[in-house]
């Protein structure tokens, strides 16, 4: 369903001139394409069954770990967004100035929190939200990269022991992807004092750091030999300093094996941020073997995230998926010459990472102050998943199964007769469907007086339900109902025939025997089981 | 806290000027108000619980009726929104224009839902969808009239039998509103064409029909007599047609006895249009009854609802509550006089209706032709509940118990110990619960390594949780674990120590003690029981 309307989208984008926009019909009316706008989508059927099993799985993982919800507006201030995004300011969506305030939509779910946090003098908090962000970025539909998205945030506000949240986190994190089936994932991490201090032994400007941070970011996508054009043509570095920085950044490894290294560097040593850094990386390795995560964890200094409030350990997961295709640049300048419609990367660019966070302690304050408020620091950690981007890669497993319905129907009520004084019994379909209904028992019928059998067995088939009541025109005068087993294997079994007032308890006795097993279809198949 | 936060933004509103701007600070920083945007608030805490809790009593609800759920982007092309709101058009939000297409903030869900089954030829669907719709209307924050709210929607899109999916959807009104306890409602109802009906009777030209129908929708909260001066003064009609329609919209009562008097009054029945109406609401009358939900409903000339898609029945649940106060325009002129910010209208306007929809025939058909494609009429019904509307009715009920915690943590896990060489059990603590966690059981401990007992004891007050685990110094090294009550009740009880290998069983065991009434408090208010 998702596929085919991705693959009409797609179709008529590529086909039209951009923007869309109404153009008369013959006859003076407006005629327009009908589509959802640039980088988004409509969610149906299968495909949304699925990600509400996602959802499910994330904020129970967020109730076992202490978190409560929030929810913010899908708006804000301009004022509240402006300078916390870097260089992707620029995807900022604004709202048209219609009169009164100027608003932005949000871009991320962290920046409304510390908003909350800040405004409301919340001294500490776990909080989760699962909610949707918007950024103008170049679209790149099948491989989840999409201008409206969901995130699923787990944030803890709070003064408290170094890394000990931190682990926690990192932790959810490592749960969170294992818990929806997603195993062969690493969690790529930094810490950007490590990053800072890096830049000063390599002789970078305070003012230049947060530029040659975000080159230094691309290394994920690009060569170092690329990035370091970047830092030294584009961003006036000497050859000197993209070299220390180079050699640096090419280091890789498990957390002891990076920090052994960095421990016995004496440029690195003599750098207080560095050693600061570094010293919270030796904390949290015992916290993270507390609680078995420390083979998912690959300390990685080319790890920098473009976001400016991050203060201490960056992180991200990346699967195989993440990474653009090896032709990539190819692929890029080809779209390019053909000049089509660039309305979806999706052939050149990797589902990226599947879930990030860091350490964020100013940002808070820089609202408090912002706001006139006395300076109180309330130092923040969090993590964030890309539901679109798991989505991506867990469609292909639960497709295979026939087993995803998009209802919940238990039983079809229908209603068998003939003859000429044959009402088709719809009023009383009603009735039994209202008992049912007042039961907590899903149930359907056909909007029709007269249905016919075959064509109320084929509604029952096609919502996948597994039961049918049926009134029988004699039967039902006698105050009897039917009760029937649907699907291929039941076809010769009439079913039972029961007194109208052990309706419930049979349906209920008998719904309990078919969903004996447990764990639900798609639950199952979201756990990779 | 939700309640002191309005009162902060209220008073923050007040005492500022109207566009909240950032001023430069002494020191040439920006500072600015730290505010959500008007009309909107964050919903956090105890209330959050509670409207989770409504969300999930609607979402069964609407599974019950064999609903399957769409979520669509929060903005859509603004061709997709021209021309289906009427008069209330001029409230809908726009997205600036940064290049690309023109895009504007859903109003509702009902025309993104008809764009969907339109631009996907869907032939027929029972949906729900819960989101949030943008209206730049006059908030009144303590009523639940909000910029940004939660619609909660259930619609029948296909070609049916007459009234036989919008019997159910009434029989879904009722049974959303009595679930949530609302038990002092009426669903007052009319049908489009009666009243247009009665409007040609009346002698109103067609193209002046849509504008008389929007002034005879303020009898609600206008006397006849305002509402008369608007016909004739404002909008150009007789006095004798003034009075015409006013004979009739001072009609209601049940189904029965309204259908019994129109279809004696020869003015109405000589009139086509009126009379196909009528005939549907007799059709009507056996399915409501069928489910028992007559008593509910009150056949009410005077109802016309504003927006301009409806074609057929349509109704709207209101309650006490739902009226303005007696003196409203007192209050209003007061309020303007006053000339204190307007932020707010909360004091002179009612709840309004909590709940409302109607049949939609057109609406679909109308995308189809705009984009070029063959005319296929989807007629459609559906009902909306006002979630913000709704909540401030059972925030009361709710509130008044001490039982609603925002956390859904069940265990604590704690170390006691003490001396020179106690580590305070950090690294354990966090092995421990990570095991309950990978149980699925909800766990937190103190963020700090060595905590002392008191400061353990309070969080896990503070949290609400059932139960302690915790780590004895000594015990812990004999492989034992102790699980203890928590609560006032349980102050002299050691507890239970156990082996750490039956930790799960135990914990499993006596939360099972804990929760065995089954339907959780929140789950209990909310339904009044």
């Not at 539901?387 to 009520?413: D, G, M």
């Amino acid at each position: 369903m998702i596929r085919s309307q991705l693959r009409i989208i797609r179709s008529i984008t590529r086909t039209m001139s951009t923007p869309s926009e109404a153009v008369p019909k013959s006859g003076g009316k407006l005629q327009f394409t009908l589509k959802t706008p640039k980088g988004t989508k409509d969610w149906a059927e299968k495909d949304m069954v699925i990600r509400e099993a996602i959802f499910s799985q994330l904020s129970s993982l967020f109730k076992r770990h202490g978190g409560i919800t929030l929810d913010t507006p899908v708006f804000e201030l301009r004022e509240i967004l402006a300078g916390k995004y870097g260089e992707d300011s620029k995807l900022i969506y604004n709202l048209e100035d219609q009169g009164g305030e100027l608003c932005s939509l949000r871009y991320d779910l962290t920046v409304p929190f510390a908003r909350y946090v800040a405004m409301n003098n919340v001294q500490s908090i776990k909080r989760y939200h699962i909610a949707k962000v918007y950024r103008r970025d170049q679209p790149a539909m099948t491989k989840g990269r999409m201008r409206e998205f969901y995130q699923c945030d787990f944030d803890v506000a709070g003064t408290y022991e170094s890394m000990v949240p931190d682990a926690e986190i990192l932790s959810i994190l490592v749960e969170g992807l294992t818990s929806l089936g997603i195993k062969d994932f690493k969690v790529k991490m930094n810490h950007r004092k490590i990053l800072d201090g890096i830049f000063q032994i390599a002789g970078v400007k305070d003012e230049d750091v947060r530029k040659i941070s975000s080159a230094v970011d691309k290394l994920d996508k690009s060569p170092w030999e690329v990035v370091k054009k970047e830092i030294t043509i584009e961003k006036g570095q000497t050859e000197e300093t993209a070299n220390i920085i180079g050699e640096y950044v090419k280091l890789n490894g498990s957390l002891e094996t990076i920090h052994d290294i960095l421990s016995k560097d004496k440029a690195f040593q003599a750098n207080e941020k560095a050693v600061e850094g570094l010293k919270e990386i030796e904390t949290l390795i015992s916290y993270v073997k507390a609680f078995g995560i420390q083979d998912y964890i690959s300390f990685d200094l080319s790890l920098a995230r473009g976001l400016d409030y991050y203060t201490g350990i960056i992180y991200e997961a990346v699967t195989a998926a993440s990474a653009p295709p090896k032709n990539a640049s190819e692929l890029k300048e080809k779209s390019k010459k053909q000049k089509k419609d660039d309305d979806d990367a999706s052939e050149y660019v990797g589902v990226g990472s599947i879930a990030a966070g860091g350490r964020y302690d100013n940002l808070v304050n820089m609202f408090g102050e912002a706001s006139g408020k006395k300076s109180t620091s309330i130092p923040c950690v969090g993590i964030s998943f890309g539901v679109e981007r798991i989505f991506s890669l867990i469609k292909q497993r639960v497709e295979q199964s026939n087993n995803v319905r998009p209802t919940a129907t238990q039983v079809f009520v229908m209603a068998f007769g003939g003859g000429k004084d044959w009402t088709g019994y719809l009023p009383e379909r009603m009735k039994v469907a209202k008992m049912l209904w007042e039961n907590g028992i899903e149930a359907e019928y056909v909007y029709k007086s007269k249905a016919n059998p075959r064509k109320q067995f084929d509604a029952a088939e096609k919502s996948g339900c597994p039961l049918a009541v049926i009134l029988g025109k004699e039967e039902y005068l006698e105050n009897k109902l039917r009760v029937k087993r649907l699907g291929p294997e039941f076809a010769n079994d009439d079913g039972e025939l029961i007194d109208a007032a052990d309706l419930i308890s049979v349906v209920k006795e008998k719904l309990s025997q078919v969903h004996e097993n447990g764990v639900d279809e798609v639950t199952r198949l979201i756990k990779g089981l």
